[in-house]
């Protein structure tokens, strides 16, 4: 069974990076960058006007927690549009998302919990055991996982991980296992992976049977076709995908799917 899922998980990662270098390589219509149409403009103008610009409440609670961030030495000032006021072409709402989803770190939750941001399209959370540590999620990416690992142990005490969570079977959620976690540990049962009852079939349907259509939402999804402008990054900013930390050539670019040797949610987690 472990065997045959693990077969349809490499055709379906084969099937998905070949939709992916074809949307990004051939994208739907070659685009130049346009200004707001005017009904668009009066609409983003209006929506500006009912804003309360002067509250910052969100942008205080979003950085609440902060320890420390890894920076991005490849494009430093990737983010530095969001500074500006949100222009006719963008709805001033979303700009403000943006400008929120941009912070990126290791924050403290509470007491042994921590999370890191802004590294992946998704968060990993990494509760402290007594002996271990447990991480709920793994990024997409070998590399982007290690990159977050490695800024937690700069800052918090080191240890083992002895159990990983997906919460869900969207690859941002589990694509990063195998940089974080021993493929031997993981099939020797020493350290856990856990995920939710019918985890692989889920995997299964949305890579293989579903890859064509989400291949497809994404082109729309994350702006695949818009000229290389703010507002692309914009879009994916909104939506939490960011290029990968740790994410250079080689496999650690490459998201690998760490079978859970736990395939259903346990009614209590031993924090031992």
Known sequence: MIRLALLNWQQAQRTACF?????????AQSQQAKPAEPKVAVANQAVQ??????????FEEAMRGFIATTPDVANPDRWAFLAH???PTANPSLWRQAQLNAASGLFKVTEGVYQVRGFSQANMTIVEGTT?????????????????LDLYFAHRPR?????VIYSHSHGDHYGGASGVVS??????????????AGFMEAVDGEAVIGGNAKARRGQYQFGMSLPETSMKALARTILGEVEELGSGLGSHR?????????????????ME
């Open 254 to 270: 490459l998201s690998h799917l760490t079978i859970p040797s736990n395939s259903c949610w346990r009614p209590a987690l031993s």
């Open 132 to 148: 271990g540590l447990i991480l709920i999620d793994t990024l997409t990416s070998p590399g982007a996982a290690r990159e977050a």
């Open 85 to 87: 006021e949100a222009p």
């Open 49 to 58: 006007s009912q804003l309360p610009s002067g509250d910052r409440q969100d």
């Open 19 to 27: 939709i992916a270098l074809t949307t990004i390589v051939h994208p």
């Open 159 to 163: 240890k083992p991980v002895s159990a």
């Open 183 to 196: 493929l031997a540990d993981a099939a020797a049962g020493k350290t856990k992976v856990i995920a939710p």
